[in-house]
C-alpha cells in the first residue's frame, strides 16, 4: 500500500490500498450487523400441538441480554397485516396448546399473555395457565399474538391459525 502526499496536506491511497481499507470497513460493519440480529434472534417461542411444534414470528421486542438491549416496536394492525399473509396452522375447536420458549439467557418469565383477532379486528383474550392455552370454539382464520414478559424484558410472537 503506498501513500502519496497531494496538494493541500490530504494524502492518497493507491488503488490497492483503498481496496484494502474499502474491504476492512465492510468486514466491521458485517460483523456489527450479525451481532444486532443474532441478538435480536432471542428468546425464540414455539406452539406444541400433539406431537406437531410450529415456530412463532417474532413482534415487537425490549430485551437486554446484559451486554445490550434490543428495541423494536411493531405496529399491531402491520404484525395482523402480516401475520396474516403467513401459511396457517391447523387447530381443533378447544384444543390444548403449550407454549415452549427458548434462549431465553435465563430469563424468568413473569407472565404471559395470549390474544386472538379475527380479521374484523375483533380481540380476545385468552385464559393462560403453565404455558398452556385452549383454543376458542368458533371456527375460522385468526392471529394468534403472545406477549411474555420476563426478567429480561418483553418479547411479542404472532402466528396465523386456522381453527377447523
Request: proline content about 2%; aromatic content about 12%; hydrophobic content about 35%.
Amino acid at each position: 500500500m503506498k501513500v502519496q502526499p497531494a496538494k493541500c496536506g490530504v494524502y492518497v491511497l493507491s488503488g490497492l490500498g483503498a481496496v484494502t481499507v474499502f474491504f476492512l470497513l465492510l468486514l466491521k460493519n458485517s460483523a456489527f450487523f450479525l451481532e444486532e440480529e443474532y441478538d435480536q434472534n432471542k428468546p425464540e417461542a414455539a406452539l406444541a400441538v400433539n406431537e406437531h411444534t410450529y415456530h412463532l414470528h417474532k413482534g415487537s421486542i425490549n430485551w437486554s441480554n446484559g451486554r445490550s438491549t434490543t428495541k423494536k416496536e411493531i405496529n399491531v394492525y402491520d404484525l395482523y397485516t402480516y401475520i396474516s399473509q403467513q401459511k396457517s396452522i391447523p387447530l381443533k375447536q378447544q384444543q390444548l396448546v403449550k407454549l415452549h420458549f427458548s434462549n431465553l439467557d435465563g430469563a424468568y418469565i413473569r407472565g404471559v399473555s395470549v390474544h386472538i383477532w379475527r380479521d374484523n379486528g375483533e380481540k380476545t383474550k385468552l385464559f393462560v395457565k403453565n404455558n398452556e392455552f385452549k383454543i376458542p370454539e368458533n371456527q375460522g382464520f385468526y392471529v394468534v399474538d403472545i406477549v411474555i414478559n420476563s426478567t429480561r424484558g418483553t418479547m411479542q410472537y404472532a402466528a396465523n391459525v386456522q381453527i377447523q
